[in-house]
């Protein structure tokens, strides 16, 4: 009997859950690829507004944005001044931003993407 009864409150949260999704996996994701020189790493950041360090110290020349309108919508944190510069390859479509002068992205936050 007890077991039965573990098993309905189980079923009955399981049910609960998937009736009501949590408000986060609505939340959309930007995926990046920092380039500098030869070297590069991605980063996933949520677009809600969450500030997501990066935790590498490369110096960055191009962001790859695959899926995104990151120019517009997310903010790139460096220690120096920079130029941020959209960017379309004519042969594949990607879009980039260029970061000049090339410098470490300290941190990344997006919003409504």
Do not use: W
Request: charged letters at 10%.
């Amino acid at each position: 009997m007890k077991f039965a009864s573990t098993a309905l409150f189980s079923l009955g949260l399981v049910a609960s859950s998937s009736a009501h999704p949590l408000q986060g996996r609505d939340v959309q994701v930007a995926h990046f690829t920092f380039k500098g020189g030869p070297a590069s790493y991605e980063l996933d950041v949520l677009a809600n507004g969450t500030v997501v360090t990066t935790g590498n110290d490369l110096s960055i020349s191009i962001i790859d944005v695959p899926d995104s309108n990151a120019i517009n919508q997310c903010t790139f944190n460096t220690n120096g001044e920079k130029a941020l510069v959209s960017s379309i390859d004519r042969e594949t479509g990607m879009q980039s931003i260029i970061v000049g002068p090339p410098q470490p992205i300290i941190s990344v936050s997006c919003q409504g993407i």
